[in-house]
């Protein structure tokens, strides 16, 4: 690591955050003979969502049961 006095020799342009944020970027394409039940996955993440909240809610009613003890 350098002490800061010198500026870095490597040459890197200046890019603002947000503007390499907000680019576009490119979409993965499927290779030919993908399944087309590919879309399953957004089940998945549905199913994951539903069981955390669950999940907390069970939590919760847990905390008050206890704070009624």
């Known amino acids: ?3 800061g006095g010198e500026p870095s020799r ?3 342009p200046f890019r603002p955050v947000f503007a390499v944020l907000s680019a576009p970027r490119d979409r993965t394409r499927l290779p ?3 399944p ?3 879309g399953e996955r957004h089940m ?3 199913i994951m969502l539903a069981i955390g909240f669950g999940f907390f809610a069970l939590t ?3 905390g ?3 704070e009624r003890l």
């Open 1 to 3: 690591m350098g002490d």
């Open 10 to 12: 490597k040459y890197m």
């Open 32 to 34: 030919d003979g993908a």
């Open 36 to 38: 087309e039940h590919f």
């Open 44 to 46: 998945l993440d549905i």
């Open 60 to 62: 919760v009613l847990y």
């Open 64 to 66: 008050t049961a206890c």
